[in-house]
Each structure stands twice: as C-alpha cells, then as structure tokens.
C-alpha cells in the first residue's frame, strides 16, 4: 500500500499550524488585542485556502464533513496518481512558507521589536527556507515509495 503524502502534509503541517493559530487567536481576543486577532483570522482563512486546494475533487459539503474522513476522500485517495499528489504538494509548501515567512517577519517587528530593515530580510529568509525544506521533504518522501 502507498503512502498518502497528501493526508500525512496535512496531519503533519497544516493541523499544528491550525491549532497554533487558534490558540492564538483566543488568547489575543482574551488580552484584548484586536488587530493581531484579525491577523490569526486571515492566517485561518490562508489555512483553509491550502487545504481545501490540496482535494481538488472535493466539494466544500465534504470538505466540511473531514477532508480524510468523508467517503469523497477515499475515492479521491485512489484516484490521485503520485505525479498529481506531487502537484498538489508543491503549491502547498509554498503556500505554508510563505505563511510561515510572514509570521517571522510579524514576530521579529512586533514581539521583538526589531527593525522593518532586518525583520524583513530575516522573514525572507525563514520563507525561502520553510517553504524550501517541506517541498524537500515531502518530494523526497514521494521518490521513495
């Protein structure tokens, strides 16, 4: 049986980020802080925009009922070949990084309280490289099986 690259991504990226994310965001609305709420909003949102591109065979109905539970998702692991799952991954640890990138780039200015002169070349960076090592990752997971 092959390996769903798909589904071990999404367990293994974009789950800890959601929940990261909303641990995050309550803990900002709970403070009062209102527009880095908003900022673990639009992340959420991001979030779903990479999963929901990851199923291109399913509706938003079965993605609402649990993009790897719901029958649509089993009829959909059988149906990817291992080039369109690689096709799939790709844009997604793009995607992922350059959230990732941001984040740095947001924590670096504000928490830290670094200079826009270096927090954005160091959240450059951590996108390039992010996203640059799940692609690796996950690719070279892909040539293995």
């Not at 709420?37 to 992340?43: E, K, P, S």
């Not at 799939?88 to 941001?102: D, F, H, R």
Request: glycine share 8%; charged share 15%; hydrophobic share 55%.
């Amino acid at each position: 049986m092959r390996k769903d690259l798909i589904k071990d991504f999404e367990l293994t990226v974009l789950r800890p980020l959601f929940i990261l994310f909303v641990l995050a965001a309550i803990y900002l609305l709970l403070r009062g802080n209102f527009l880095p709420f908003m900022g673990c909003g639009a992340a959420l949102f991001y979030l779903g925009l990479i999963g929901s591109q990851l199923h291109p065979t399913q509706s938003a109905l079965d993605l609402a009922k649990g993009p790897l539970t719901n029958p649509m998702a089993e009829f959909e692991a059988q149906l990817l070949t291992d080039k369109h799952r690689q096709m799939l991954i790709g844009p997604a640890c793009t995607k992922v990084g350059i959230l990732v990138g941001v984040l740095i780039m947001v924590f670096l200015g504000t928490i830290l309280g670094w200079r826009w002169y270096f927090s954005i070349p160091a959240g450059c960076v951590a996108l390039m490289l992010s996203g640059a090592f799940l692609k690796f990752f996950f690719t070279t997971l892909l040539r293995e099986e």
